[in-house]
């Protein structure tokens, strides 16, 4: 069975730009979390969708949104980047809340 | 929230030699997970301990959850350059967020 597939894997952005990055999910899962990850924050929540609603929320700021489609493929999209947003976004699907995440492979995002 | 310390930070060992990393926290966890990340992947779920006292084994890898369920450890035996990675331990939350420490980064040398 196909694992967790985000596209694309890397990315060079300018500040000040926009970028959208996408996630397609195990079959059958129905819940999508995404993740950033950097090396002095660790792994930080961005939000949760499942049925494509928003259940979650981490502690972003609003240049930070994301969406899910019926078919559970989801897709963030973060609006006028700041070298900051550097980062590996992780995207993990899950049957359900409480149930196993499995995590895809990351896109490195380098904003320059 | 429920913060995950994690420790050491960075472990740096030869071949064959034991390790054991901690993950300590203020609060009461209904479960912890214990995570390995390699480089240029996600992290992929080692195990889920959900029991007082419990000790899980996989390998040569032992996972045990604190008898108050607030500390949780991972010790590995005669590791491998294999279990060279990021070790991260994380409890879930609400809808579908996992809460993570800051992780552990081994390097085991050959």
């Known amino acids: 069975k196909a694992g967790v597939t985000q596209t694309p894997r890397y990315l060079i952005k300018t500040r000040g730009q926009q970028v959208t990055l996408s996630c397609s999910p195990i079959?059958?899962?129905?819940?999508v979390s995404w993740y950033q990850q950097t090396p002095g924050q660790g792994l930080q929540f961005l939000f949760e969708?499942?049925?494509?609603?928003?259940?979650n929320k981490g502690n972003f700021p609003g240049r930070f949104s994301g969406r899910q489609f019926s078919n559970s493929r989801s897709e963030m999209n973060v609006s006028t980047l700041e070298l900051g947003d550097s980062a590996l976004y992780l995207c993990?699907?899950?049957?359900?809340?409480?149930?196993?995440?499995?995590f895809g492979q990351g896109t490195r995002l380098t904003v320059v | 929230t429920q913060l995950l310390e994690q420790s050491p930070q960075f472990l740096s060992i030869q071949e064959g030699e034991n390790l054991t990393v901690y993950c300590n926290s203020s609060?009461?966890?209904?479960?912890l997970q214990w995570y390995r990340q390699e480089p240029g992947e996600g992290p992929v779920l080692l195990v889920t301990?959900?029991?007082?006292?419990e000790v899980k084994k996989l390998k040569r890898l032992t996972f045990q959850f604190g008898d108050a369920r607030k500390d949780s450890s991972l010790h590995i035996t005669a590791a491998q350059p294999g279990d060279t990675g990021l070790y991260l331990c994380?409890?879930?939350?609400?809808?579908?967020?996992?809460?993570f420490g800051q992780g552990t980064i081994l390097t085991v040398h050959p």
């Open positions: 301990v959900v029991t007082g006292g």
């Open positions: 079959s059958g899962h129905r819940s």
């Open positions: 609060s009461v966890f209904s479960s």
């Open positions: 969708y499942f049925s494509e609603t928003q259940r």
């Open positions: 994380g409890h879930p939350t609400s809808y579908g967020k996992l809460t």
């Open positions: 993990a699907s899950s049957v359900n809340m409480n149930t196993e995440a499995f």
